[in-house]
């Protein structure tokens, strides 16, 4: 994906936040347990003023858990302003420009990608609280894009800082069948520090077919297997997405 067309889903998807209901505000979010549609604007608004001064250089903030949201409706004019100076610090930027991220030096790229891929999550999370059973499904490439996004940051990241791949696991494999995008297949191999991935076509322990949607919402804990078709040794498919995470 380009930097337009992360701008564009970024833009997409956050007029689905902004345009929450101030009545939804006290809505559990099924998804997010714990959470209410309030949590969710606030979590995602601290997110955008995070990642800008990221971009910026301003170190205003250590993270996004310290950045606090207003209470009750004021919520969602609060989410607007930090998805605005997000879309108007990220417009025109150069994606090679260098930019802290919470991995290190890396670029204004980074949080083109990972910002899209925020709000698609959660916007399937804010829908599955307005309308449970009737979500949207996540952009086709949008959601090719968060897979590999998933295997090059999560789960190298959460697993490096988790007890470890157990023992048993070690060496198991999963094909992903993206059923709705050309070319949206991945191979998945456990070994002792994480997952080694590639995209192809090959035979695994298990394999899980789906739109790629879906098989990104499963890595994401958002879907489960049981709901999508699968080949193979389906009690593996959990332990080995267990290993990673978020939020």
Do not use: N
Not at 13 to 21: D, H, I, N, Q, Y
Not at 95 to 114: L, Q
Not at 171 to 200: A, K, M, Q, V, Y
Not at 202 to 216: E, I, Q, Y
């Amino acid at each position: 994906m380009t930097p337009e067309d992360w701008l564009t889903a970024i833009a997409r998807e956050s007029s689905v936040l902004a345009e929450t209901p101030v009545d939804a505000l006290d809505l559990p979010v099924p998804t997010c347990p714990d959470w209410t549609v309030h949590d969710l604007l606030a979590h995602v608004g601290a997110v955008h003023r995070w990642a800008v001064d990221k971009v910026l250089g301003t170190r205003l903030y250590r993270g996004y858990d310290g950045i606090p949201a207003p209470e009750g409706g004021d919520v969602i004019g609060w989410y607007v302003e930090g998805r605005d100076a997000l879309v108007e610090t990220l417009t025109g930027r150069d994606p090679d420009e260098p930019a802290r991220t919470f991995v290190g030096p890396g670029t204004v790229g980074f949080w083109y990608r990972r910002q899209a891929g925020e709000l698609a999550v959660h916007r399937w999370d804010l829908e599955s609280a307005l309308r449970p059973g009737a979500q949207r499904p996540i952009d086709a490439a949008l959601a090719a894009d968060g897979i590999d996004e998933w295997l090059e940051l999560f789960a190298p990241r959460f697993i490096e800082r988790g007890p470890g791949v157990p023992a048993e696991l070690v060496g198991r494999t999963l094909h992903l069948h993206g059923t709705d995008l050309p070319g949206s297949e991945w191979f998945l191999e456990l070994t002792p520090t994480g997952f080694d991935h590639r995209r192809e076509h090959a035979k695994a322990d298990v394999a899980v077919r789906g739109s790629v949607s879906d098989l990104c919402l499963l890595l994401w804990h958002r879907r489960s297997h049981k709901d999508l078709d699968v080949v193979g040794d389906d009690a593996l498919v959990l332990p080995m997405l267990d290993l990673v995470h978020v939020t």
